[in-house]
T-cell receptor
Framework: KNEVEQSPQNLTAQEGEFITINCSYS?????LHWLQQHPGGGIVSLFM???GKKKHGRLIATINIQEKHSSLHITASHPRDSAVYIC??????????FGQGTRLTINP | DAGITQSPRHKVTETGTPVTLRCHQT?????MYWYRQDPGHGLRLIHY???????DKGEVSDGYSVSRSKTEDFLLTLESATSSQTSVYFC??????????????FGPGTRLTVL
C-alpha cells in the first residue's frame, strides 16, 4: 500500500463544475504539498500547508491532520485547469513522498 | 519562475554507458533534489543535498551517485546506465530556513532513454 493515496486517479468534468481531489496518507508528516503538472511536463507548486485551509484564486486546499487527509478544490473549473494534480507529504529533512497523481480533464 | 535549469533536456544512450545530468540554480537555495518520474510510480526521490558536499540517499538511489561541489550545481550520475533507468528526471530546490519559503521549485525535467 502506498504511503500517499490520491483519489480519483482520473477525473473528467464539464467547464464550470466544482472539482474535488482527495489525498490520504498513512505516515507522520510536517507538511503537505499540492503540485500541478502541465501536459508539457512542467511541475508547479500550488500550496504547502500544515494545518487548516489555504486559498489562491479558484483553488482551495484543506488539510485535517488528525484524519490524515487533504483535499484540493477547484471552483468554476476551466479547460486550462486540465493537468495532473499531485499530492506530496513532507517527511523529515524536506523529503517529499508523492501520490501517483490525479489526471483532471475539463471539457468546454 | 525559480531559476532552475537542467541539462541535457533529452538524451538517448546505450546500456552500459555513463551518463551525467546537471541541475543548475541561480536562487542560492540550500536544498537540492533529484527525482525520477515513471508511469505507475509517480515521482520518487533518488538523492538530495542539504549543502555543498552534503548529500543523502532517497528511496531509489541504487545505480545513481550525486555530487555537489558548489551551491548552484547538483550532478546526477548513472555510472553504467540500464534500461530500467529510462525515465524523466526532475531536479528541485528549496530553502527551508526561510519561513514560508520552503516550497520546492522544480526544473523542467530531462527525458533519458537507455537502449
Amino acid at each position: 500500500k502506498n504511503e500517499v493515496e490520491q483519489s480519483p486517479q482520473n477525473l473528467t468534468a464539464q467547464e464550470g463544475e466544482f472539482i474535488t481531489i482527495n489525498c490520504s496518507y498513512s505516515v507522520g508528516i510536517s507538511a503537505l504539498h499540492w503540485l500541478q503538472q502541465h501536459p508539457g511536463g512542467g511541475i508547479v507548486s500550488l500550496f504547502m500547508l500544515s494545518s487548516g485551509k489555504k486559498k489562491h484564486g479558484r483553488l482551495i486546499a484543506t488539510i485535517n491532520i488528525q484524519e490524515k487527509h487533504s483535499s484540493l478544490h477547484i471552483t468554476a473549473s476551466h479547460p486550462r485547469d486540465s493537468a495532473v494534480y499531485i499530492c506530496a507529504v513532507v517527511q523529515g529533512a524536506q523529503k517529499l513522498v508523492f501520490g501517483q497523481g490525479t489526471r483532471l480533464t475539463i471539457n468546454p | 519562475d525559480a531559476g532552475i535549469t537542467q541539462s541535457p533536456r533529452h538524451k538517448v544512450t546505450e546500456t552500459g554507458t555513463p551518463v551525467t545530468l546537471r541541475c543548475h540554480q541561480t536562487e542560492n537555495h540550500r536544498y537540492m533534489y533529484w527525482y525520477r518520474q515513471d508511469p505507475g510510480h509517480g515521482l520518487r526521490l533518488i538523492h538530495y543535498s542539504y549543502g555543498v558536499k552534503d548529500t543523502d540517499k532517497g528511496e531509489v538511489s541504487d545505480g545513481y551517485s550525486v555530487s555537489r561541489s558548489k551551491t548552484e550545481d547538483f550532478l546526477l550520475t548513472l555510472e553504467s546506465a540500464t534500461s530500467s533507468q529510462t525515465s524523466v528526471y526532475f531536479c528541485a530546490i528549496s530553502e527551508p530556513a526561510n519561513v514560508g519559503l520552503d516550497t520546492q521549485y522544480f526544473g523542467p525535467g530531462t527525458r533519458l532513454t537507455v537502449l
